[in-house]
């Protein structure tokens, strides 16, 4: 397999806790989806490894961090891997106003309007050219609770 690698390291990629859990997404036009998550979204584009027209794996990091992996669809990986349009990421961010903005300025379709929420956080939601359903919001996740307790 002749495989070709884009590769673009950002300063904000390396800080903080690198990424232990990837979530991950195969898509129909992974570069065309790529170009949409780092353009518009606002990911980064961390490494790209093509196989022709193909994306055979792909990793994009959020500024704030935390990271996702995508690649081309394979019918051979539906065993183990969520076809496209199926997928579904909340992604936390403190710029949350200024996103949803951004993103409707862009045209982007948004599913749930921003609002506030009981339990704290300022979010909303938007699908991607794919089909897939992208949350994005203040929300951090619950305090870990105390390892001696």
Not at 56 to 71: K, Q, T
Not at 104 to 121: F, L, N
């Amino acid at each position: 397999m002749n495989t070709t690698e884009k590769q673009q390291q950002s300063p904000s990629a390396s800080a903080g806790r690198a990424p232990a859990v990837w979530p991950s997404l195969q898509a129909h036009d992974a570069p065309a989806l790529i170009d949409f998550l780092v353009g518009t979204v606002g990911f980064l584009r961390t490494a790209v490894y093509e196989d022709g027209d193909r994306v055979a794996h792909a990793e994009l990091d959020w500024p704030e961090g935390g990271a996702i992996m995508l690649g081309s669809y394979d019918e051979k990986s539906e065993a183990w891997c969520l076809k496209p349009g199926t997928f579904g990421a909340y992604v936390v961010t403190d710029h949350v106003d200024d996103l949803y903005q951004r993103l409707t300025a862009a045209g982007v379709e948004i599913i749930r309007e921003i609002e506030d929420q009981p339990y704290g956080s300022r979010e909303f939601a938007i699908a991607d050219p794919e089909g897939n359903k992208w949350s994005f919001g203040t929300y951090r996740g619950a305090p870990r609770p105390d390892k001696a307790a």
